[in-house]
């Protein structure tokens, strides 16, 4: 597949490494000589300085035979016009822009872009995929994160493993008839910092976060088999009322009606910009690193705080500072990757990162094959996958155990209809089931082509 990518920041280098790593042909166009250098030095790629919405920047980037145009600039405007001159000019098949501004994407104008007017495919908006990612966490407060698939008949979970988790300690080959009521596949273990695709003689070890598939309604019971049975949160502190914060606090007003908001924000004029946007959320205005504005804010009696300003240091110190302050749970915006090992030692329960939220989302969309989501799990590590089986696939009429996956492979559930099954060796996949797999960066190509389809399919 040939992919143009727009922009050379985190995010776009991140689909860059990913895309280059399965043998794609990659072209990256960034407006920085010394983003472009660096790009040039450490990947597989062609990178092109010149600005992302020239037709003539985009027809040297080989726009004019691309399957693919992913823009995502510092600049929701360039991002914009370079899919309309995709479009327009160069006929690209599939479209993708990240749009920040929330104007933008107000429901008012939502056939902005439509074919007839500004043609792009899919729209990314990273401060409403994260605000959707933290008030996933706010309804599961003992996860690290859950990730609906399949409809929201499966979930994907990452949990922390303590001291006093029950099944630490035990072969997972053993978990099933140790623990009955434990109806999950765990798929990833980060142990210190390494990635781990789980074998059956495997064990959890206190520290390890580890990632499970499992059906949604065993959802409770499978946390309480890991030692996490905190209700749904009630009070909340957001710190920071920007494009984040205000999307969160909106998101809380619309979908967690029992949920008591709050907000601080250091700037004044942002402060009563949030608060006249927001129908029942007290907004403070003042430094979330003031032990007087937390205690304002009632933070002894505060189920979780949100730290999301643009600074990552102020979201890392604000939320031991609430931790300290007696605060149950703290969520820590963090987009410097260099921070992730000290998180945990630190204390912050649960780190959200917008870049690989964003380069999940994006992935969605590029991997080939009946593929329906992806989510990331780290960027050195692999994706969990649903797809749909169609009647030609290799996996379809057999056994899982004669199924010969590729190695770095595990099928966490099979959803059929209604009914969501917990794969065994002898579960045979059948046709238009959806599949929920685990698969390393270097099996993912091999997991697209089991669910491609074929031409005797039709």
């Known amino acids: 597949m040939k992919v143009v990518i727009c922009g050379a920041g985190q995010v776009g280098t991140s689909i860059a490494r990913h895309l280059a790593g399965e043998n794609n042909d990659v072209t990256v166009i960034d407006q920085s000589p010394e983003l472009i250098q660096k790009l040039s030095d450490t990947l597989d790629v062609r990178a092109i300085a010149g600005f992302a919405s020239y037709p003539s920047v985009l027809e040297q980037a080989g726009l004019r035979d691309a399957d693919m145009l992913i823009a995502v600039t510092y600049s929701d405007e360039v991002n914009m016009v370079a899919c309309q001159v995709g479009h327009s000019i160069f006929n690209v098949p599939t479209k993708i822009a990240r749009v920040r501004n929330q104007d933008y994407l107000l429901p008012i104008w939502a056939d902005l872009f439509s074919r007839e007017h500004m043609p792009i495919d899919v729209i990314i908006s990273p401060e409403r995929e994260v605000a959707r990612a933290i008030g996933r966490r706010l309804q599961v407060p003992g996860a690290l994160d859950v990730v609906p698939m399949a409809d929201g008949k499966v979930r994907v979970v990452g949990v922390r493993c303590e001291e006093t988790t029950p099944i630490i300690h035990t072969p997972l080959r053993q978990l099933t008839s140790l623990f009955t009521d434990l109806a999950v596949v765990i798929v990833g273990i ?269």
Not at 369 to 375: A, D, K, L, P, W
Not at 405 to 416: C, E, F, Q, S, T
């Open 190 to 458: 980060l142990r210190e910092g390494r990635a781990i695709v789980p074998k059956a003689e495997d064990q959890m070890l206190p520290g390890d976060e580890v990632y499970f598939v499992c059906d949604s309604r065993h959802l409770s019971r499978a946390l309480a088999s890991f030692g996490h049975e905190e209700p749904e949160a009630r009070s909340v502190i957001i710190a920071g009322g920007g494009n984040i914060g205000l999307t969160l606090a909106e998101e809380i007003e619309r979908e967690h009606h029992g949920v008591n908001a709050k907000v601080i924000e250091f700037n004044r004029a942002r402060a009563r910009s949030v608060a006249q946007s927001l129908q029942r959320t007290m907004v403070l205005n003042g430094d979330v690193l003031d032990p007087e504005i937390l205690e304002e804010a009632n933070i002894s009696q505060t189920e979780t705080f949100v730290a999301v300003s643009n600074d990552d240091e102020v979201n890392i110190l604000s939320s031991l500072l609430a931790k300290r302050s007696g605060c149950k749970r703290t969520v820590a915006l963090i987009n410097a990757s260099t921070y992730a090992p000290l998180i945990t030692q630190l204390g912050i329960d649960a780190v959200v990162n917008p870049r690989a939220i964003t380069v999940s989302t994006i992935l969605q969309h590029v991997r080939r094959g009946r593929i329906r989501s992806v989510y990331s799990l780290r960027e050195d590590f692999g994706e969990v996958i649903e797809a749909e089986a169609l009647e030609t696939s290799v996996l379809v009429g057999h056994p899982l155990k004669d199924a010969r996956l590729p190695n770095g492979v595990i099928v966490g559930a099979i959803v059929r209809g209604e009914e969501v099954i917990v794969p065994r060796a002898d579960t045979v996949v059948q046709a238009r089931d959806r599949v929920v797999v685990f698969a390393t960066y270097e099996a993912v190509k091999k997991v697209e082509k089991l669910f491609a389809v074929r031409l005797d399919f039709f």
